[in-house]
Every structure is written in C-alpha cells, then in structure tokens.
C-alpha cells in the first residue's frame, strides 16, 4: 500500500496547527479528515485542499464526548476509508495561576487533550491493527516542561507524552508508531490569544520570545506541519515512543 492510498484524520484542524498538518499531509497525498468542533468552520482547510487538487472532507466533533468520537471516525470510514494515520491536534488553554484556577478549567483543558486523544486514538485503533499499518501523532509542548499558569495544560501536555509512549509499547506489534510533537512558540490564534490576555500587543509578544529562541524567530505551522509529514512518512516506521521538540533551540 503507499501513501496515496491512506486515510488520515488531523483534530482540531479548522485552524492554526492542525490546518497546516491537514493541508502538507494532503499535499503528500493523504485523504485527509478536518475534524474540528463543527463541520462548518473546517470548510476553509478542506477548500483549501481541495482547489489545491487534494481529497478532504470536513467532520464536526468535539473529541472529547466519546459518542461524538465514534460517529465522526465512523463517518471518516464511511466517506474516506479506514483512517491509519491520527494527529491528536485539538487544543485549548484555560491559563490562570494555580490559586485562581477553576475545577472547570482544569477539567476542560483534561477533557480536551488527554480524554479527547485517548476517545480518538482508541477508536482508530482498530482500523490501524486491521490494517498492519498505523501512524499516531501527539501534540505535546514545551509547557510539558513547566510553564507558570499553565498547571493544566503542563500536566496535560505532559500527560500526552506518558500516553504516546504506552501506545508505542502496545501498538507496535501491528505496525502502528505512536510518536509526540512538542512545539515550542507558534504564531497562531492561541498565542494570539494568550497575547491579549497578558494585554501586550502581539507583534511584541512574538518579537520577545524570539529574542529567547536560538534561531531567532517564532515558529510557524508549518515547522509541525513538516515534522508531522516526517512522522507520518512510510520511511517512519523505525521511530516509535518519541517527544520531538520543534522550539527553534534545545529545551531542558
Ligand atoms: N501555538 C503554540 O504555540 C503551541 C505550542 C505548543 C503546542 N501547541 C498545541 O498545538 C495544538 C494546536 O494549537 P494551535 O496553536 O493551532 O491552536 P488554535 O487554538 O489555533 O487551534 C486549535 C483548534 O482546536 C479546536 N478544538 C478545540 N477544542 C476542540 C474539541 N473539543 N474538539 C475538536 N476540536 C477542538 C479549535 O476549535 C481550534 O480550531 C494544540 O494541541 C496546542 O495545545 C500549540
């Protein structure tokens, strides 16, 4: 079988990062499933992809209500084939110091990450055993490490990191990889976002992280959408269980 014939679903991928996975995986051939909260806001990536001659299609699910999981890879099946390539993109932040953190906001940030790569891995799984073939990517972050009023999202992040490498352990035997992407800064809505929250206008905020990067800028989704189609490549098969840092720099 080569690439041209699998099926891939990226989550969260109406926008920011996971537009940009969807739109390189299609470019290397995949048939790619957007996933995002609604069908409707995942229709500019699959336009995208689709005037760019790829094939696409567009799936309303919020990962982490797990009858809404199964209907979307249910869909995928249905429209596309058996998906074998997964990208655990879908993302939120509810940032706040520790002391002022809600239970809702833990919990939400929990139920997307983590309860929602768990609904989705565990329900193509099956295509992926089925198939002999599997490629399972996780977007962790550098917050993995620490990161001040992100106790929930570092200990998602990092809970990402613990989950690829059970799936690795488990799922090795029928040719699937599990593997984690943990970016670093990424110029999208979400940092964007954090931005506004922290009142510094944007481009100051980019220009003050690059000035702590190695190499001198932010990243952009492309840098994941590129590790992404590595990892997902046939030639991938070897690497399994792994956290690539794409941050511009080493992290500690
Ligand atoms: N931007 C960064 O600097 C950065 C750094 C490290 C890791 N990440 C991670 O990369 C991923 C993508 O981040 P981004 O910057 O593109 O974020 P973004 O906010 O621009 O996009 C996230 C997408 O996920 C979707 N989403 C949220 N909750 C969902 C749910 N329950 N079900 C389905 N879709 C849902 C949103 O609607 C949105 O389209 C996230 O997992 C994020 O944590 C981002």
Redesign the pocket.
């Known amino acids: 079988m080569t690439s041209t014939s699998r099926i891939a679903i990226v989550?969260?991928?109406?926008?920011?990062?996971?537009?940009a996975i969807a739109t390189r995986l299609a470019t290397d051939g995949l048939a790619v499933a957007v996933?995002?909260?609604d069908a409707a806001?995942c229709e500019a990536t699959v336009s995208g992809i689709t005037a760019a001659g790829g094939r696409a299609v567009a799936v309303g699910?919020?990962?982490?209500?797990e009858a809404a999981v199964s209907a979307a890879v249910a869909e995928v099946a249905d429209r596309l084939g058996p998906p074998t390539v997964l990208v655990?993109?879908?993302?939120?932040?509810r940032d706040n110091l520790l002391f002022k953190m809600s239970l809702s906001d833990w919990e939400t940030v929990m139920?997307?990450?983590l309860r929602?790569s768990f609904l989705m891995t565990r329900a193509v799984q099956a295509h992926m055993t089925e198939a002999r073939f599997g490629r399972v990517v996780n977007?962790?972050?550098?917050?993995a490490l620490g990161n001040r009023g992100q106790v929930n999202?570092s200990a998602a992040?990092a809970g990402l990191q613990g989950f690829t490498k059970t799936l690795a352990l488990e799922l090795g035997r029928f040719g699937v990889t599990a593997n984690a992407i943990?970016?670093?800064?990424?110029?999208?809505?979400?940092?964007a976002?954090t931005a506004e929250r922290m009142r510094v206008p944007f481009e100051e905020f980019k220009a003050g992280a690059a000035a702590q990067i190695p190499v001198g800028r932010v990243?952009q989704?492309a840098d994941?959408a590129h590790t992404a189609s590595f990892l997902v490549s046939e030639g991938a098969g070897f690497i399994s269980g792994q956290v690539i840092y794409v941050a511009g720099g080493p992290t500690c």
Do not use: C
């Open positions: 989550t969260g991928a109406a926008r920011g990062i996971g537009a996933i995002d909260l806001s699910a919020d990962v982490s209500d655990n993109n879908a993302g939120v932040i139920g997307v990450h929602g977007l962790s972050s550098t917050s999202y992040k943990a970016p670093g800064f990424i110029e999208t809505e979400m940092t976002a990243g989704p994941i």
